[in-house]
């Protein structure tokens, strides 16, 4: 059994910063990428961030020069910084982590940006 355990949402100003935490811990032998992805009622999961095995990234276009993702492969864990947050980031963020052949969601951290 694979754990991932996630931390860091809450409520946040427009403008303001929030840093996402998922630690994975179980049966887990060889990560090959962790993620981020978001989803807000009615709508689809969509991928806000990615870092792969070799430290490349991939950002979704809506968060590109806001957001940061990095991870620390000792710890498996991945981090989300969040910078200059719009009320449109407002989502249940859901952290992903890939270890072929499978992959594991977290639960969900929910980020609320409003005045």
């Known amino acids: 059994q694979v754990q991932l355990e996630e931390s860091g949402g809450g409520l946040v100003q427009p403008g303001g910063s929030l840093r996402l935490s998922c630690a994975a811990s179980?049966?887990?032998?060889?990560?090959?990428?962790m993620g981020w992805y978001r989803q807000v009622p009615g709508k689809q999961r969509d991928m806000v961030a990615t870092?792969?095995?070799?430290?490349?990234?991939n950002y979704a276009d809506s968060v590109k020069g806001r957001f940061t993702i990095s991870r620390d492969n000792a710890k498996n864990t991945v981090y989300l910084q969040m910078n200059s947050l719009k009320p449109d980031d407002t989502a249940l963020y859901y952290c992903?982590?890939?270890?072929?052949?499978?992959?594991?969601w977290g639960q969900g951290t929910q980020v609320t940006v409003s005045s």
């Open positions: 992903h982590v890939v270890s072929v052949p499978r992959d594991y």
């Open positions: 179980g049966s887990i032998f060889s990560v090959n990428a």
């Open positions: 870092i792969f095995s070799g430290g490349i990234t």
